[in-house]
């Protein structure tokens, strides 16, 4: 499978009912990427991992879907031979969490956000890809939860976990390493691709903004991002040219939607014309983007 095309095939695979295990993973390999001293970016099937290397722990950022986990350890131990102590899931979906099982079974003690465990602990709709996914096995529950934020200790690395409200979903979680000045964002960012908003669960695309925002005001011109999708790394400018493009569409979004125009006149007015050449180009073309928001933004009764 060529690189380009397994962000698309990743969130097929979560959001249009296609089951992991029907997946062919076999050809997909982990490329990691040293982002800073005892800091790594892991890419494989599904979102991009963070892997924090201290003294006498590892800390790892998500881990991609079951089949994958061979691979992630694989990885992991190419790196260091230090046990993974802790999982950090920056929010419920599949691409992120569908490893949490195999690594709890091998003691790693997995975390997120309330809202995540709830998520998991039972059936989700995502409305937008009319997709009902089914609850996690106990096994793959979080086994601790926190509300607004936790920090970690990795020897010589804080490991600060920021929960970010009504963003990509409700439970997201940034991951802040303050000593080499790099942050995770999770979902948050999609970078080079229009992100998913899951409405459904939490999500807006006004709180995927804000968001980034704040990314943005935590961050300095040397900050480097390990984004959920895309790059493995990325700049704060690259970031900024994100928190445009969303905050240039919601903005055109809300002001249609508040002078009642319906789903076609929106289409049509093509809100998001000057930014599909670079963020057009993935998994949700610009016009299926479009109807996800406007159906996510507009009244009940008008959103059809």
Request: hydrophobic share 45%; aromatic share 6%.
């Amino acid at each position: 499978m060529h690189r380009t095309a397994l962000i698309p095939a990743a969130l097929a695979a979560l959001l249009l009912a296609t089951p992991a295990a029907a997946q062919d993973f076999s050809k997909i390999e982990i490329e990691t990427t040293k982002v800073a001293e005892g800091v790594y970016a892991l890419k494989g099937a599904g979102g991009n991992l963070g892997l924090v290397v201290g003294a006498d722990r590892a800390f790892l950022i998500d881990d991609q879907y079951a089949p994958m986990v061979p691979k992630i350890r694989a990885a992991v131990a190419a790196i260091t031979d230090k046990p993974v102590s802790f999982v950090l899931n920056t929010h419920w979906h599949g691409d992120h969490t569908g490893g949490n099982e195999a690594f709890a079974e091998a003691g790693t003690l997995v975390v997120a956000h309330d809202n995540v465990r709830t998520r998991l602990s039972s059936d989700q709709v995502m409305a937008a890809f009319d997709r009902t996914v089914p609850a996690a096995p106990k096994g793959a529950l979080p086994v601790i939860t926190f509300n607004d934020q936790v920090t970690f200790h990795v020897g010589g690395h804080t490991v600060r976990t920021i929960h970010i409200p009504s963003a990509h979903t409700d439970g997201d979680a940034i991951v802040h390493l303050p000593e080499t000045n790099v942050i995770h964002t999770g979902d948050l960012v999609f970078y080079g691709l229009y992100p998913v908003v899951d409405y459904s669960n939490g999500g807006s695309l006004k709180g995927m903004a804000d968001a980034t925002a704040k990314l943005m005001e935590m961050s300095n011109e040397d900050t480097r991002f390990i984004p959920g999708h895309g790059p493995a790394v990325i700049t704060r400018r690259q970031l900024a040219e994100y928190l445009q493009m969303l905050r240039v569409v919601h903005a055109r979004l809300e002001t249609l939607i508040g002078e009642g125009k319906t789903l076609e006149e929106v289409l049509a007015a093509k809100p998001t014309a000057e930014f599909d050449a670079q963020w057009g180009q993935g998994f949700l073309p610009p016009d299926r983007w479009v109807r996800i928001n406007y159906q996510g933004m507009a009244p009940a009764g008008d959103a059809k």
